[in-house]
């Protein structure tokens, strides 16, 4: 097969959650308007998609994959676009965002925690007990339980998702008992409460989102979920510079091109990442839903994905190189 034949294109997005249908809307808009083809994968598609790209009649230059973490039928392709990201050619390299290793790698919140203290990051005070399953009674008392404070946080390790599995007022060695039954096979962090400062009538509580290189800090309340932009009086009057250095620290342990992790001040002063390392983003537009990401936030996100696309894309001109598309 010639080379000509296989159809190429910039950037692919797998999506499958309805409400990804604005986020997806808006990618293409300003993925057209900067000469970037895109190609959609979907569930109706997905099947076809795979086929077609493992028989090397089309390809992708980036993709993104925002399906494979919650749909078994999207592994495949997710998992192909991997093995070619590790082609010993780079101009027959896919560039995954955020490669499924990683991304499994940093959705374990125990995981990063070990990581983030290794690595300088400051997190709660935290106690990391094992799956139940492995040992229903752990060896954990009521004095050691002590040292975290009442309430205290009871998290599952891999489970989290919108909250999923979180309790949030423990107060006893009989909470955590119970909490650990619910995903018998998962390890479990048990976490001091943090209370952050306020600013006004506003928690110093932030939702940071890293982009491709750049830093995109958000006000967010961790009770009402609702968003405001950080603006850069706000960050001078506040002196929040630090949110960026910390964001900036996390990429480096977790390597992903895109991702939020949430930061709160403590009432001493203290950048606390109370929430590690949110793999998958809810990119709901705040016009859309009060509780979304609000519009300019999201649009400097793709942005700097699209300039990242574009980057790839020059990265791997000129492709004519008499030989065809081959995957391992």
Not at 283 to 294: E, L, N, Y
Request: proline share 5%; glycine share 4%; aromatic share 12%.
């Amino acid at each position: 097969m010639s080379e000509l034949l296989c159809k190429k294109f910039d950037f692919a997005i797998a999506w499958n959650w309805e409400y990804d249908k604005d986020f997806v809307d808006r990618i293409e808009y300003l993925a057209k308007e900067n000469g970037i083809s895109t190609y959609l994968i979907h569930p109706e598609n997905v099947s076809e998609v795979f086929s077609l790209v493992k028989e090397n009649k089309i390809y992708f230059r980036v993709f993104l994959d925002r399906a494979s973490d919650v749909d078994e039928q999207y592994e495949p392709i997710a998992k192909l676009s991997m093995q070619s990201e590790m082609h010993k050619d780079p101009h027959q390299r896919i560039s995954v965002i955020n490669p499924h290793d990683l991304t499994h790698r940093a959705a374990d919140k125990a995981t990063m925690h070990l990581e983030f203290l290794t690595n300088d990051i400051e997190v709660p005070y935290t106690i990391i007990i094992s799956p139940f399953r492995h040992e229903p009674a752990p060896k954990l008392t009521d004095d050691q339980l002590g040292v975290i404070g009442k309430p205290f946080i009871i998290k599952p390790a891999n489970t989290t998702g919108g909250g999923i599995g979180v309790v949030l007022d423990a107060q006893s060695l009989n909470d955590v008992l119970e909490a650990r039954k619910h995903y018998i096979d998962d390890k479990y962090l048990l976490q001091e409460l943090i209370k952050p400062l306020k600013y006004g009538e506003r928690k110093a509580w932030f939702r940071i989102f890293y982009a491709f290189g750049k830093v995109i800090p958000c006000w967010w309340d961790d009770v009402t979920h609702i968003y405001e932009p950080v603006t850069p009086e706000d960050e001078r009057k506040y002196d929040l510079y630090e949110l960026r250095a910390i964001a900036k620290k996390i990429f480096r342990v977790c390597r992903l091109h895109f991702f939020s992790t949430e930061i709160a001040t403590t009432t001493n002063h203290r950048f606390v990442v109370v929430d590690y390392v949110n793999e998958i983003c809810d990119m709901r537009f705040k016009s859309a839903t009060p509780d979304g990401v609000p519009n300019e936030s999201v649009d400097k996100i793709i942005r700097a994905m699209i300039d990242f696309v574009k980057n790839e894309k020059d990265r791997m001109l000129p492709v004519s190189r008499g030989r065809d598309w081959i995957f391992p």
